[in-house]
C-alpha cells in the first residue's frame, strides 16, 4: 500500500519548518528545488557546481528560516538566499572578476529587435552562460535578478562604475551574439 504526500502551502511548511520538522524541511526543498537550481545555474560553470550551490542555498535558508518575516513572498526569500549563496560559492571556488574602466566598454552594436524576440529562452541562457564569470554575474544580477548597482557593488565587492561597467561589456558581447546567430540564420556573411 502507498502513502501519498499531503499538500501543503508554502505557509504551512514554512511555519512547520519554523518548529523543526524535518519532513517539512523534506517537502519545502523538494517544492522549490528546480527553481532554484535554474537559479544557482546561472551563477555556476556546471550543473554539478549549480548543485552544490544549492545545496549551500539551503543550508542557509534552514539556518536563517526563523528570521523570514512573511513581509514579502517566501520564494523570493529564498531566491535572494540563493543569489548571495551562489556568489559566495563562486568568490570562494573561483577566481573573480575582470574589471572594465567604463570608458574602456565600447559601444554596443545594434540588433535587429524581431530576431532578438524570437530567441529561444534556452538559446539566450546559453549564450549568457558562455559570459565571461565576471560579465555573467553583473549581468544576472542586474537583468535578471532586479539589483540595482549599488547593490551589486556591494554582493560582488566591486566599484558601482565597475559594475555598470560589467554589464556594459556583458550586453555587447550579448548583441554581438545575437547579431552572429541573426546573419546566419538568414543566410548574410558576418
Not at 522549490?32 to 543550508?59: P, S
Not at 543569489?83 to 568568490?91: L, M, T, W
Request: aromatic content about 8%.
Amino acid at each position: 500500500m502507498m502513502f501519498l504526500e499531503p499538500k501543503y502551502t508554502i505557509e504551512q511548511l514554512v511555519d512547520r519548518c519554523k518548529a523543526g520538522e524535518r519532513k517539512a524541511q523534506e517537502l519545502l526543498y523538494k517544492q522549490l528545488a528546480g527553481k532554484m537550481l535554474a537559479v544557482c545555474m546561472r551563477y555556476a560553470t556546471d550543473r554539478m557546481e549549480a548543485e552544490d550551490m544549492l545545496q549551500n542555498g539551503f543550508i542557509k535558508v534552514f539556518g536563517k528560516m526563523a528570521d523570514y518575516r512573511a513581509d514579502g513572498s517566501f520564494e523570493g526569500w529564498v531566491r535572494r538566499i540563493m543569489v548571495h549563496s551562489s556568489i559566495e560559492y563562486y568568490r570562494k571556488h573561483h577566481k573573480m572578476m575582470q574589471v572594465v574602466d567604463i570608458d574602456d566598454a565600447g559601444t554596443e552594436p545594434s540588433v535587429n529587435p524581431i530576431a532578438a524576440a524570437n530567441l529561444d529562452a534556452k538559446v539566450l541562457m546559453g549564450l549568457i552562460q558562455q559570459l565571461a564569470p565576471g560579465y555573467r554575474i553583473v549581468f544576472n544580477l542586474y537583468a535578471l535578478e532586479g539589483y540595482a548597482h549599488k547593490e551589486i557593488a556591494e554582493i560582488v565587492g566591486i566599484t558601482e562604475g565597475a559594475s555598470k561597467s560589467q554589464l556594459s561589456r556583458a550586453r555587447t558581447i550579448l548583441k554581438e551574439q545575437i547579431a552572429k546567430m541573426e546573419s546566419k540564420s538568414y543566410g548574410y556573411a558576418g
